[in-house]
């Protein structure tokens, strides 16, 4: 591990710079499994983890940036690190779809664990797997649960901005669609949509993302009948009309950096940032009121079932055994990472 700390350290150093600036194949028959990478790359979980308490040190968001990027990952074609791609002559990249577009974030951080692994066990972890690890770390160092991470994805060869576009849920929608999206992928649309929702227990949301709630909810020309009063007029202040529609808001007004069960504590209160946060417990006669409920009296039940609803949504359409490939970079297919190179050297 000594001989191999040269490279982990140069490659924090270049991490560090990158949060200062701007926005090998295997066996057909492989299954997911938390001891995947035991023989082959044991140093996985303390490296991700390193980076992740790195980036913290200058941006406490990172952590909810980390876990969104899992989510919006395994809601197109499954948890295959197709969202890291970057546009190319034969991608068209996700992260430009509506749901994503200068709005989704973390890569650079992304690439910072990639490169510390493929500098420690090159051509092992595939930038699915780093994601589903970082999102577990993430949680976990905000002070909610941990659990043990099904890992041997495989990265995918292609990427699928219109299918990003409508399958990843979005924060204007009702319950019925966001019933409707989770079904799609294979997650119920009772405890798994209820406890993956507490995911925004932390982190922050553009203005863009709540302004009709605020000042035309579905064309009335009325706020959301939903929003606390006293609430309402906090968010007015931070999101005027006309104002500034990249400036970011808590998405938990109480306690915005850590996971806990505040989330539905603010739902009980109509402080519900997000309308499809809200539709959860003020959507009449909805079998999700129960969990809300469930969840704000009683912590241990919220982490419990959160970190069954993240297992199960790892799980979606894994790509295993032969099927894809392990990248080099998370950025591009191998091909045009060979290419890359090849025209580098020459």
């Known amino acids: 591990m000594a001989e191999k700390m040269p490279c982990f350290r140069s490659i924090m150093a270049t991490l560090f710079v990158s949060l200062l600036l701007p926005p090998g194949s295997l066996p057909a028959t492989a299954t997911l499994s938390p001891s995947f990478y ?132 979005a924060p204007f929608e009702t319950l019925d669609v966001l019933k409707s999206k989770f079904a799609a992928v294979g997650l119920n649309t009772s405890t798994d949509l209820v406890a993956l929702s507490g995911a925004h227990t932390f982190g922050r949301a553009r203005c863009i993302s709540v302004i009709d709630r605020l000042y035309n909810f579905n064309g009335t020309g009325n706020p959301d009948p939903t929003l606390n009063a006293t609430y309402l007029e906090t968010l007015r202040k931070v999101c005027p009309v006309g104002g500034n529609e990249t400036v970011l808001v808590n998405l938990d007004p109480t306690t915005p950096n850590a996971f806990d069960k505040n989330y539905y504590t603010n739902l009980e209160a109509q402080q519900g940032l997000l309308q499809s946060d809200q539709e959860l417990f003020s959507t009449s006669g909805a079998d999700t009121i129960e969990i809300v409920d469930r969840f704000s009296r009683d912590q241990i039940a919220f982490f419990e079932s959160f970190a069954v609803s993240m297992i199960r949504m790892g799980n979606i359409s894994p790509l295993t055994g032969s099927e894809g490939e392990i990248r080099m970079s998370c950025r591009k297919v191998n091909a045009e990472s060979r290419s890359s190179n090849q025209w580098s050297s020459s």
């Open 38 to 169: 035991d023989n082959t790359c044991p140093e996985v979980f303390s490296v991700i983890r390193e980076i992740v308490e790195y980036a913290l040190l200058s941006d406490p968001r990172i952590a909810a940036s980390l876990v969104r990027l899992h989510f919006h990952d395994c809601f197109v074609n499954g948890c295959d690190g197709s969202i890291l791609l970057d546009n190319s002559a034969t991608i068209e990249s996700e992260k430009e779809a509506a749901p994503n577009n200068n709005s989704v974030r973390g890569f650079e951080v992304v690439d910072a664990m990639k490169k510390a692994l493929e500098c420690m066990c090159p051509g092992i972890v595939s930038c699915a797997d780093i994601l589903t690890v970082a999102a577990r770390e993430s949680v976990d160092l905000a002070g909610g649960p941990s659990w043990l991470v099904p890992l041997g994805r495989r990265d995918s060869t292609t990427a699928n901005r219109t299918l990003a576009d409508l399958a990843i849920p």
